[in-house]
């Protein structure tokens, strides 16, 4: 789910499928977790190896496999990269971060006259390019109820249009910066 999160909310990613095939490595079969586009065409896939216990022998067991593996994904003409468990754990907030915005995210496309919604966020953002979701949210209260806001500001972050830093817990303060086409 990590790792879905993190390629929902990456934006050089235009489109991902969790489990797309296997590669046999010594007979055995081993699930590739996800295939992707990125948004210059390149395609690659990504397999999840799980931490060995730490023994010696583990690990130089893991480290021939996963060399098996990347020799099976260069001889089916295909670039992989493999992650471990711990790079998840070091983007543990930024991935709490993305659970709390996908649902915002979802609803979006569920509201009417979103565009409307989000006319109403650039509008606000393009006069204060450094906000806050309470900024934005009390900003516009009078006219919107703040949970239709509160999605149109998630899209538009998920959109790239505007940005947060992921690496901070999100909170009603959360700065919400607008991007600058092109930057």
């Known amino acids: 789910m990590a790792l879905a999160l993190e390629l929902e909310f990456d934006l050089s990613v235009i489109s991902y499928v969790e489990r797309p095939r296997t590669l046999t490595i010594d007979g055995c079969q081993i699930e590739l977790c996800f295939w992707l586009v990125r948004r210059d065409g390149a395609e690659s896939f990504i397999a999840f190896r799980r931490q060995t216990k730490p023994?010696?022998?583990?690990?130089?067991t893991e480290e021939a496999l996963c060399a098996k593996l990347m020799e099976a994904a260069r001889a089916a003409g295909i670039v992989l990269?493999?992650?471990?468990p711990q790079s998840l754990v070091t983007a543990r907030v930024a991935n709490a971060t993305r659970?709390?915005?996908?649902?915002?995210?979802?609803?979006a496309a569920d509201l009417n006259a979103e565009?409307?919604?989000v006319e109403a966020v650039l509008l606000h953002m393009n006069a204060h390019p450094?906000?806050?979701f309470h900024?934005?949210?009390?900003?516009?209260?009078?006219t919107f109820d703040w949970?239709?806001?509160?999605?149109?500001t998630c899209?538009?972050?998920h959109q790239g249009v505007l940005s947060i830093k992921f690496s901070e817990r999100l909170t009603a303060g959360t700065q919400v910066r607008l991007e600058v086409a092109g930057s």
């Not at 990269?81 to 471990?84: D, G, N, P, S, V």
């Not at 900024?135 to 009078?142: A, C, K, R, T, Y």
């Open 55 to 60: 023994t010696v022998n583990a690990l130089r």
């Open 81 to 84: 990269t493999i992650r471990k």
């Open 99 to 107: 659970l709390e915005l996908l649902p915002y995210v979802q609803s």
């Open 115 to 117: 565009d409307v919604f």
């Open 130 to 132: 450094l906000s806050s």
């Open 135 to 142: 900024g934005i949210e009390s900003s516009l209260s009078g």
């Open 147 to 152: 949970r239709d806001i509160r999605c149109a």
């Open 155 to 157: 899209l538009l972050i």
